[in-house]
């Protein structure tokens, strides 16, 4: 059951006295407030008629004033004197008026000035002019311009109004009229007005004597010039100013009490402008006229009507207070406990709030305390459990602030640690910030950069205005990227190849994103790779690919010009004799440097006893191509016997051993032995195996009989040979190992095919390949080696050898569709593990049919082997076919690793082409390496696998278990 409410307002008037109090004092307080605010607005009405008087009195002093100076230049005389500018005529017509304007208008100053400001007049019954002659010039000067009157106010000892019009005679202008009178008379009109004693204050400057007089207000820094009844107000005055501030315009008035009296001054600045409406300019002053009204009656009975009513309000509300203290006693206790026990929810110890609202004990009917405390304490629990998940938010809060810091800083490591320019820029392409990596790249400091133009630091050949049309679309926002290339100079000097791409940012006053890619060394090495696409590395001289497409385009000019003077022409094909006995007893070293020098020769003999335009490259191994034009009249034969004495003449030692050196030439002559590069090729290359097997150190034109069979015997020679081997077990497998450079460790080798000869010495491959190739026993050479090498993988696993092994496939492989059945077949039948067999095809022959590598490495990988690209980097077009095959591994060409410590443009060739393999995920093989330190540059440059005469050369039998370390060349 609910109690009855009742409300607080009900029980504070219980009590009808109390009421009556409480009304009377209200009634008593506002009649008080109500005498004050009339009092108060009679002061002001007062105050308003004083200034009234005053403006009115200046401005009609100032109205008269100009008026007689308007109608003085039309008196008797002075117009005629003026109009003829007789200067003594007009001095004696303004005397005949000068004692009526000084009796009748009290004009106490007259000064006439020309049109050229010049002084023609001056009368003054006052003190000396001094400063104010100075000022009256300034006043005729800026009223000979405007042609408008002026008035202005001036206190020099005693206070001036002056009138300063044009004089305008029959529509021209002839100078200007400045009258001046005192304020006095003016300061005796307003005291009888007003009813109230007047004063003059002029200011005066600082530096006042002791004794300056009584008129003197030392505090003030004034002096009083007029005032009425002055004994008695000058001693007032002097004794306010010893006790109030200086008066400001404004300002209220001041009331003091001066000898039992209530006074109330009134300041009027005389820097208020004039009352005449004809006068625009009024100059600053310091000075005041004051009116002095004695207050004391009003006030005084003001102040006695307002006490009664006070002490009556008092008695009512002291008995009204303590009537309303009986009623709201315990009210005001428990309002007081609830006051207490507030400040405890901030602290969150809402049990202490609850129990102590709690235990109060209810009353017979409730009010508004009991709703309140009923409130506090349902305040309390949605407090509690609020503070509950507050604390659930503050935690999650603080996790999502420390995963912003980890962004954060992430974002900032990230700046600092990528490898690209970062700059922001403002919208005038001034840079704002730089990264730690553009400060590297530019040598320049933070301080040095920001605030820089971008186009003067960094754009090299661009002008701001170029520069800001090219930004324009990014900051306008019609495009939300940029990019271009430019050329970056550094503090040093030196320039770097930039990629810029610039997008649009907000924020911190930046506009642009520019970030910058450096690829300088990029360029470098697509110029290294673009020369190593047409030159053989090792030499310096045209490789076979470019060598064969120049000699075409040779051959295409001759075929569409048969007049042409190059129209006799020879190409000859040079092979070095027992260059495989030097290579293999000097070692490589020795063998490239035979290379080079045979290749510096050839270039030499070219120069010098050829004329014409000749091709020289380098065909592969040691073989040497020769394209000489305009033969005719030469013999090509000769030359080239030239050619192989001089090479004689060579001297190569190694380790304390001379070797011999001599080649042998295949001569083609053009056209009589084909207008084809393929069938001149062909034919030198004949000629050539022919020099040899004459006894070598020869030169020899390719002769064709009427059958010719001395070429279809060379190749019938190689293909019988080829045929008995296959059938008679004339092939041997060699194996040259491959170290994993991280590990040190060898786990795979290369399957490489040698036929052996009648005495059973070594032959090989570049003998008899070629050969089977055009002859089709390729196909069955590649069976041979896939058989051999998949049952030789098995065998060393049985054995307990899991070793891999690369096996290498011709580009015929492409034809042999059952090639990957029959390696089906060999793995199960031999038990090979298919992961440890991987099949090298060269990159010339993968890009010669693309679709056809294709299918051929997907059915073998397939089965579970893996593929490598061999001879990586030779052709270089094949860089963007790369992700197209699906390749593995890729095996860097030997041209590159040879002399690699030594050749920086090699190692600038083969760390790109490892960025570009690791780029598509592929695992690299550097081929040709000889010494540890090539390995370590290598390794340097993350190179996965290393194969070479320094990890091992190729041995018929793998010696060794799985985990071999190379050691003094062997696997």
Known sequence: MSKPWVSLKWKAVLLPSLLLCLIFLLSSLILAQRLEHAFDATRNEAAARYEREVRSLLGDSAIRLQEIAELLPHMAGIQQALTTADKDALNHAFDTHWPGLQLAHSVEIALLFDDQDDLLLNRSSAEPLGAVLSEAHSWAAAVNRSERPRIELRCPDHCFQFASIPILLSGEHLGVLTLGRSLGESIIGLQESVGKHVGLLIAEPDGLEPDSGPAILRPWRMRVDAIGDAPTNLAMLRSVAQSHPRPTLEREPLRFQWDSRLLELHFFSLTAPSASARSDNVNQNEHFLVVIDDITVDAGTMRNTVRILLMVAMLGLVLGVGTLLLILLRPTDRLKRMAQLLPLLPQQRYTQVRDALVKTKPGMVEDEIDVLEATALQVTDNLERMSGEIDLQQRELLRRMDEIEVERDFSTRLLDTAEVIILTLDADTRIITANRHALKVTEYSTQELRGRPFSNLFLAGYTSQALHSTLQPVLSGQRQLIRHEATLTTKSGSRRDIVWLHSAIRGRGAALLSVGLDVTENLRATESLNWLAAHDPLTGLLNRRRFEEQTDRFLSLLGSNPDHPDHKAALLVLDIDHFRDINEVGGPQTGDRLLRLVAEHIQDFL?????????????????????????????????????????????????????????????????????????????????????????????????????????????????????????????????????????????????????????????????????????????????????????????????????????????????????????????????????????????????????????????????????????????????????????????????????????????????????????????????????????????????????????????????????????????
């Open 607 to 971: 120069g010098q006893d050829y004329p014409g335009q000749p091709l020289c490259a380098r065909l592969g191994g040691d073989e040497f191509g020769l394209l000489l034009a305009d033969t005719l009249g030469r013999d090509p034969r000769s030359d080239a016997q030239r050619l192989i004495e001089r090479l004689k003449a060579l001297n190569l030692t190694a380790d304390n051993k001379a070797f011999k050196v001599s080649a042998s030439i295949g001569i083609a002559l053009i056209p009589e032995h084909g207008a084809e590069v393929s069938e001149l090729m062909a034919h030198a290359d004949a000629a050539k195996i022919r020099a040899k097997q004459t006894g070598k150190g020869l030169a020899q034109v390719y002769a064709q009989d009427q059958s010719g069979q001395p070429q279809a015997h060379q190749r019938l020679y190689w293909r019988d040979r080829i045929d008995r081997a296959l059938s008679e077990d004339g092939f041997r497998l060699y194996y040259q190992p491959l170290l994993d450079i991280r590990s040190r460790q060898i786990h795979h080798y290369e399957v490489l095919i040698r036929m052996l000869d009648e005495d059973g010495s070594i032959i090989p491959p570049n003998h008899f390949i070629p050969i089977a190739e055009r002859s089709g026993q390729i196909f069955r050479i590649d069976r041979f080696v896939l058989e051999h090498a998949v049952a030789a993988q098995g065998r060393y696993a049985r054995q307990g050898t899991n070793i891999g092994l690369s096996i290498n496939l011709s580009a015929h492989a492409f034809d042999d569709d059952g090639l990957p059945d029959l390696l089906a077949d060999k793995i199960h039948e031999y038990g090979a593990d298919p992961s440890r067999l991987m099949f090298e095809l060269t990159e010339t022959a993968a890009l010669s049919d693309i679709k056809a590598a294709n299918q051929l490495m997907n059915r073998i990988r397939a089965l579970g082997c893996l593929f490598a690209l061999d001879d990586f980097g030779v052709g270089f077009t094949s860089f963007s076919y790369l992700r197209e095959l699906p390749v593995d591994i890729v095996k860097i060409d030997g041209a590159f690793v040879r002399d690699l410590p030594s050749d920086a443009s090699n190692q600038t060739v083969v760390r790109a082409l490892v960025d570009v393999a690791r780029g598509f995920g592929k695992r690299t093989i550097a081929e040709f390496v000889d010494s540890e330190e090539t390995l370590l540059l290598l390794e340097s440059f993350g190179v996965d696998t290393a194969q070479g005469y320094h990890i091992g050369k190729p041995q018929p039998e793998i010696a060794r278990g799985q985990n071999s370390n190379p050691k003094d060349g062997s696997p």
